[in-house]
């Protein structure tokens, strides 16, 4: 199931700014550890996706 929400109400539920929902999407700012987890429970994406990231060095350095 697709889930579509607004970045305003993304920013709103993880305490950002929406510009910087923009930003992030485009991958012009860095991402914080806490903001990326804050991600992740707003989207109910589970932290375990992480893993495959961490453990396959092309998506991590791509």
């Known amino acids: 199931m697709l889930m579509e929400i607004s970045r305003l109400s993304l920013a709103c ?3 950002i700014d929406e510009k910087q929902i923009r930003r992030i999407e485009k991958g ?4 914080p550890l806490v903001t990326l987890l804050k991600l992740f429970k707003a989207l109910k994406i589970e932290i375990t996706v992480l893993d495959k990231y ?5 998506l991590l350095c791509s």
Do not use: P, Q
């Open 54 to 58: 961490l453990k396959d060095e092309d």
């Open 28 to 31: 012009e700012s860095k991402l």
């Open 13 to 15: 539920d993880i305490g």
